[in-house]
C-alpha cells in the first residue's frame, strides 16, 4: 500500500547528509556502573526470540526440515461491466507439504469486507488515517456468494464466517498429498473496494477478488485473521492459469502472460510488443490517438483473455477500453505501464518503471518474472505479482515515489513473503526504506533526492508522541498511527542500522543475504533478527527491542566535562532514556583543531553513564554530541557543551 501524501507537497529542500567515514579520536574511555537496577533491565539482556528448531535454525536460515504449502488455481471468471457481476469457476489444487494430516481447509473471501453483516461495517470501523490520505476501509456491496463447493465428485460442507470459509474434506489429506477442491462463486464489484480493487467509470483494477486458500505454515497452523481492512494478505505461493471473459473492445493486463495472443492483440500490438521487448527505451504498444479513439468503439461481443504465472502468491487484473500501453525491455523482463490518455505524467511512468526494476534487481534479488506491469487508476496504491495500481498523481515526485513503492514491494513482500496481517514492519517499512534510495537514484542532483533522505528522521518529532505512540510489532489492525509505525519508523530503523550501527558494506551484505535466504518463503521477526545477526556478526537484541518491540525513547547528553589533576579532559556522558544508541562526538580544541570520535554502543554495558577521557596536555574547548544531527534524540539542549 502506498505512503504517498508525505513524500510531496511538505519536504523542504535540505542537503542530503552523508554518513562520513569517521576515525576513533585518541585517547582512553572509562565507563561506570549505575545503581540497582540497571543489570535487572538492561537494554543489552537477550531478546525473546520463538525457540529455533530444525524448521527454523537458530541462524535465521530455513532449516532442513523446513516446508510449506503450494496452491495451484485454474479460474475461469466472466466480468459484466453492465451489472459489475463477476463470475467464477475455480479449481483448487492444494499440496500438503506439512508433516500434518489435515481434516479441513480454510478459505478467505476478502469480498465479504463489503457485505452489510461483516465485522468491518457492523463496527463501522472508522477511516485509517494515513499521512495526509484518509483510506476507508467501508465498502457498499454484497460480498460473495459460494454457488458450489465440491471434491471428489461430491458437495463438501462448507460454513461462511465473514472473511473466511470453513471447507469439510471427506478424508483428512495426508502429509505429502494432494487435493482438489472445486468452487463456483459470484461477486458484485464495488464502486471503491477496502482501498485494494476498484472502478472509475470504464477503468477496472481488480484485486483480493476470488476464494484464495489460507496459509499454514509452521508458525501459527491455520492463519485465519478475519480481514478488516488495514492488513493486507498472507498467501502460498503456486501457478495460475486464469481465463478472463470480457467485452472485446477492453484492453486487460494482469499477473502472468498472455498465452493466447492471437487471439486478443492484433498483429500491429504483437509486432510492437517484439520491438519493445529489444528496446530499453518505451514503445508505444496503444498509442494516445489509438486509445482515444478505443474509448468510442462499441463492444460487439466478448474475448477470452488466458494467463498463466508460475511461484506467484496472487492474481490481479486491470482493463480498460482507452488504455495507453507503453513497453520496454530490462534484461530480458518486458516492463509495461497502462494509462488513460488524461494522465500526461504517465508518459514518463514508463522509464520510472525501468529504473526501478533495475535498482532493486541489483540492490536485492534479480526480479524473477517475465513482467513488472504499473496501471494508473482509481486506487492509492497497492501491489500484486507482476502488477501494480498507482494514482495519477499531479507531480513527477509524487507518481515516482508511489510507483516505485509500489514495484518495491515485488521484493518485500511478493517474493521475501513475510505475513502483512501480522508483521507491517517487514513489509511496508523494509520497502520504505528500499524506495527511499531509489528516490535518491532517480532524482540524482535534484532538491527532492536531498529531502527524501531526512524524511523519517523529520517526522519524529511529529509522530513519536510519549504516551500515544505504539510499537512497531503490533499487528496493522491495531495500529492508530500506521504511516509512522509501519512505514517510516522502521525506514528510520533501517537507515540507523546501516550507517550508525553496522556500517553500509556490512549491512547491505547482512540485508542481500537476508532477502536470497527468505526469497520464496515465509519468514518470521525472529527469523529475519536471527539471519541479520549471524550474517552482520553482531548482537543486536538491544536495537530490536528499542525500536520493534517498545517505544522506547533516546535522549544522549553531556552531563559534565571537567579536567583532573593530571591535566586528563573527562567528558561524561549520560543515556537518559531507555534506547541505547552508539555515540558520536566532535571535539573541538583550543586552536581550531576538531576531531571526531564514533563510540560504539557497547559503551553502555557497564550502565547509563559513560565517561570519555582526553590526554593531558589537550585543552578541550567544546563539545558536541551527534554533529551530523542523525539521531531522533528527545533533547538536544544537552547535547553541546562550550568552556
Given amino acids: 500500500m502506498n505512503p504517498r501524501r508525505l513524500l510531496v507537497a511538505r519536504l523542504p529542500a535540505i542537503a542530503c547528509l552523508a554518513a562520513a567515514a569517521l576515525l576513533l579520536a585518541p585517547g582512553s574511555a572509562v565507563a561506570q556502573e549505575e545503581g540497582p537496577g540497571w543489570k535487572v533491565h538492561s537494554p543489552f539482556r537477550p531478546l525473546p526470540l520463538a525457540t529455533p528448531n530444525t524448521i527454523r535454525t537458530g541462524a535465521g536460515l530455513p532449516g532442513p526440515d523446513y516446508w510449506q504449502q ?83 465428485g461430491r458437495d463438501l460442507g462448507h460454513e461462511i464466517m465473514g472473511t473466511i470459509a470453513r471447507v469439510e474434506l471427506p478424508h483428512p489429506l495426508p502429509a505429502g498429498a494432494h487435493t482438489e477442491i472445486e468452487i463456483d462463486w459470484t461477486t458484485t464489484l464495488p464502486e471503491y473496494g477496502y482501498g485494494r480493487t476498484g472502478r472509475d467509470g470504464t477503468l477496472y483494477q481488480v484485486a483480493q477478488w476470488y476464494p484464495r486458500l489460507a496459509v499454514y505454515d509452521d508458525v501459527s497452523g491455520w492463519n485465519i485473521d478475519p480481514f478488516l481492512g488495514a492488513g493486507e494478505f498472507y498467501q502460498e505461493f503456486g501457478d495460475f492459469f486464469v481465463s478472463l471473459t470480457v467485452p ?69 487484473f486491470a482493463m480498460a477500453p482507452d488504455f495507453r500501453w507503453d513497453a520496454s525491455s530490462y534484461d530480458g523482463i518486458r516492463i509495461q505501464t497502462f494509462y488513460r490518455p488524461e494522465a500526461e505524467l504517465w508518459e514518463e511512468a514508463n522509464r520510472m518503471s525501468w529504473v526501478s526494476i533495475k535498482h532493486f534487481s541489483d540492490r536485492l534479488f534479480p526480479y524473477p518474472w517475465p513482467h513488472a506491469t504499473t496501471v494508473e487508476g482509481p486506487n492509492d496504491g497497492m501491489e500484486y505479482p507482476m502488477i501494480t495500481f498507482v494514482p495519477t498523481e499531479t507531480t513527477r515526485e509524487a507518481l515516482y515515489w508511489v510507483l516505485t513503492h509500489e514495484f518495491g514491494h515485488e521484493w518485500f513482500p511478493m517474493i521475501v513473503n513475510t505475513n502483512e496481517r501480522l508483521h507491517p514492519w517487514m513489509d511496508e517499512g523494509f520497502n520504505t526504506f528500499i524506495n527511499i534510495e531509489s528516490v535518491e537514484v532517480y532524482f540524482e542532483g535534484e532538491p527532492y533526492a536531498d529531502a527524501i533522505s531526512v524524511q523519517p528522521l523529520e517526522l519524529w518529532a511529529e509522530h513519536s508522541i510519549p504516551g500515544v505512540e505504539q510499537a512497531m510489532a503490533l499487528p496493522p489492525d491495531e495500529q492508530h498511527d500506521l504511516f509512522w509505525a509501519a512505514y517510516f519508523k522502521p525506514a528510520l530503523m533501517m537507515h540507523l542500522l546501516q550507517y550508525e550501527v553496522l556500517g553500509k558494506e556490512r549491512f547491505d551484505r547482512a540485508l542481500s543475504e537476508y532477502t536470497h535466504a527468505w526469497a520464496f518463503k515465509h519468514p518470521t521477526a525472529s527469523d529475519f533478527i536471527r539471519s541479520m545477526e549471524n550474517s552482520a556478526g553482531m548482537d543486536l537484541d538491544w536495537f530490536w527491542r528499542a525500536w520493534v518491540y517498545s517505544t522506547a525513547r533516546l535522549d544522549q547528553a553531556i552531563t559534565d566535562v571537567s579536567v583532573t589533576d593530571e591535566g586528563v579532559t573527562e567528558i561524561r556522558l549520560e543515556s537518559l532514556g531507555q534506547m541505547v544508541m552508539p555515540a558520536e562526538l566532535a571535539v573541538s580544541f583550543a586552536g581550531g583543531a576538531t576531531e571526531t570520535v564514533r563510540l560504539p554502543v557497547e559503551m553502555w554495558k557497564l550502565g547509563p553513564v559513560y565517561t570519555y577521557r582526553v590526554p593531558a596536555g589537550r585543552e578541550v574547548v567544546g563539545v558536541t554530541l551527534d554533529p551530523r544531527g542523525v539521531y531522533p534524540d528527545d533533547d538536544d539542549s544537552n547535547d553541546e557543551w562550550s568552556r
Wanted: net charge negative.
Fill in 70 to 152: 503450494k496452491v495451484d488455481y485454474r479460474i475461469d471468471a466472466t466480468l459484466d461491466p453492465e451489472t459489475q457481476v463477476l463470475t467464477g469457476s475455480q479449481t483448487i489444487r492444494y499440496h500438503n507439504h506439512s508433516p500434518h494430516a489435515l481434516s479441513v481447509l480454510w478459505l478467505k473471501l476478502d469480498t465479504n469486507l463489503c457485505h452489510p453483516d461483516s465485522k468491518s461495517q457492523v463496527l463501522a470501523v472508522p477511516p485509517l488515517l494515513f499521512g495526509e490520505s484518509v483510506f476507508d476501509f467501508t465498502c457498499d456491496g454484497s460480498g460473495m456468494t459460494l454457488e458450489r463447493v465440491a471434491g471428489g
Fill in 248 to 316: 472485446d473492445n477492453f484492453v486487460l493486463t494482469a499477473t502472468g502472460e498472455v498465452v493466447n495472443p492471437d487471439a486478443v492483440l492484433t498483429e500491429e500490438q504483437q509486432t510492437r510488443l517484439a520491438r519493445a521487448d529489444a528496446s530499453e527505451e518505451p514503445v508505444a504498444i496503444i498509442t494516445e490517438s489509438e486509445a482515444r479513439s478505443n474509448r468510442g468503439r462499441r463492444a460487439g461481443g466478448t474475448k477470452t483473455w488466458r494467463f498463466a504465472a508460475e511461484n506467484v502468491r496472487d492474481f490481479a
